[in-house]
């Protein structure tokens, strides 16, 4: 059974879109899933909806009528809107991906898409945003110092050039500390996916982000491989 509530109430899902099939096709299905579902076919509306009917989760096309959805990303972060954002990009717009996150989209997913890919990403990120109501913000570890909040790292004086998506597979271990967690399960919450094809992803991004902080990949101190298993992030500090 798909984990469709927000609390204890079912999730209301905010969908942006101009193009009228994609928003039948993603209407349907959403309400398949049992969520509740409003939609906005430009940027102006799409700020009027949010403030008022106040979603768990938006999913937002860049390319609107009347205002983008950079601005509007942007202006729902500018009032305080905390909820989750999802935004939808062409192929080939990779600056309008990085432009997004930086104004505080939650994750993107390019177009064309697998639905089940999004439906995953969806359920992912509400699950993460009803267990984790509070988000670890900032945090200190060796030379390491890291801001979750603005997406910025230095080690020692120097920047540290993380992408979003280590960002938050660095913050989800942090965050359980001591515990082992698997693969899978980073596959899941991190990257929001339902299937797992490879878990080699988790161990490439793994072994970047050791180097990354300088962890040894032999004999790591903070991001520790548990054989069989998954990782476990530890500060001997």
Known sequence: MPDNTAGNKVAKILVVEDEPDMVLGL??????????????????SALER?????????????MLPKLSGLEVCKTLRGEGFDKPIIMLT?????????VGLELGADDYVTKPFSIRE?????????????????????YRFADVELDF???RAKKG?????????????????????????????????VWGYESYPSTRTVDTHIAKLRAKIGDSGSEPRYILTIHGTGYKFVDPS
């Open 27 to 44: 209407k349907d299905n959403f309400e398949f899933e049992g969520y509740e579902v409003l939609t906005a076919a430009d940027g102006i």
């Open 50 to 62: 949010a403030r008022s009917a106040k979603p768990d989760l938006v999913v937002l096309d860049i």
């Open 90 to 98: 062409a192929r080939g717009q990779e600056i309008d991906k990085v």
């Open 118 to 138: 999004l439906l995953a990403r969806v359920r992912a990120i509400l699950r993460r945003t009803e267990g984790s109501k509070k988000r670890l913000a900032r």
């Open 149 to 151: 909040e603005i997406y």
């Open 157 to 189: 004086d120097e920047p540290l050039d993380l992408s979003p998506r280590e960002f938050e597979l660095l913050r989800y271990l942090i965050e359980r500390k001591g515990e082992t967690v698997s693969r899978e399960k980073l596959l899941e919450d």
